[in-house]
């Protein structure tokens, strides 16, 4: 079955520390992975997505994430941690079983950025 | 920035009641899910809607739910006897096309609204 794991619950970082957020997928295929953020009282809000080609990808808010593909990951990272950042975040994966492009997410991993 | 719109925020019905919940997509997308997540369990997907019709349903989207797109904007999410089980967050989101017909246009993001909280009691 597809799937989509994110191994952490929850991450915590010091402002000014490099971030990254976990993320492995099971797909049969080509993976399109994507990212997404939730704040407090928000919709879930698109960060950046690999489709093809440089296995690092870039997004908003400085986030980038890198695909590798015999590790099965697609972890999001960041260089320097907001205490703004501090979000749910989400990954997943396009259902490649499916022509809709319906996504299967992750559990979600809870960022706190401390000052 | 165009954005999904949902309303209302927050639906509280008994159980029995019917609940239609309601999404404003994108103008321009053709793709339209509804997706839910249950109190501190993954967004798990409902159903996907594309060209006035469903085009995929999951194992949780049973005779109970149903999705209209009455009149050209809005997408409804129907819930005919609400039981316990339905309190959740749910989600709508669209996705855009390329334009080209028969082209894979999945590799576009989707794009969420803010939710709607349903609590049946």
């Known amino acids: 079955a597809q799937s989509v794991a994110q191994p952490e619950d929850q991450v915590n970082v010091a402002e000014g520390n490099p971030l990254t957020v976990k993320c492995t997928y099971s797909?049969?295929?080509?993976?399109?992975l994507f990212w997404y953020v939730q704040y407090p009282n928000r919709g879930l809000q698109f960060l950046l997505k690999?489709?093809?080609?440089?296995?690092l990808v870039k997004g908003s808010y400085g986030f980038e994430a890198e695909f590798n593909k015999s590790q099965t990951s697609f972890h999001l990272k960041k260089p320097s941690a907001l205490v703004s950042d501090s979000a749910l975040y989400f990954c997943?994966?396009?259902?490649?079983?499916?022509?809709?492009?319906?996504?299967?997410f992750g559990q979600g991993t809870t960022l706190q950025v401390k000052p | 920035e165009p954005e999904v719109t949902q309303t209302p925020s927050h639906q509280v019905t008994q159980m029995g009641q019917e609940v239609i919940l309601r999404c404003v997509p994108i103008?321009?997308?053709?793709?339209f899910y509804w997706y839910r997540q249950i109190l501190g369990q993954k967004v798990e997907f409902l159903v996907s809607?594309?060209?006035?019709?469903?085009?995929?349903k999951s194992e949780i989207f049973d005779d109970q739910f149903s999705v209209e797109r009455p009149d050209g904007s809005n997408f409804t999410l129907k819930i005919r006897s609400t039981k316990l089980e339905d309190s959740a967050m749910y989600f709508c989101?669209?996705?855009?096309?390329?334009?080209?017909?028969?082209?894979?246009?999945?590799?576009?993001?989707?794009?969420f609204g803010p939710g709607t909280r349903l609590t049946v009691l």
């Open positions: 989101a669209s996705r855009g096309t390329d334009g080209t017909s028969g082209s894979d246009s999945s590799y576009n993001e989707q794009f």
């Open positions: 797909v049969s295929g080509n993976p399109y």
């Open positions: 690999y489709i093809t080609g440089d296995n």
């Open positions: 997943a994966v396009r259902d490649t079983s499916s022509n809709t492009g319906k996504l299967i």
């Open positions: 103008s321009n997308h053709l793709y």
């Open positions: 809607f594309y060209n006035n019709e469903i085009s995929e």
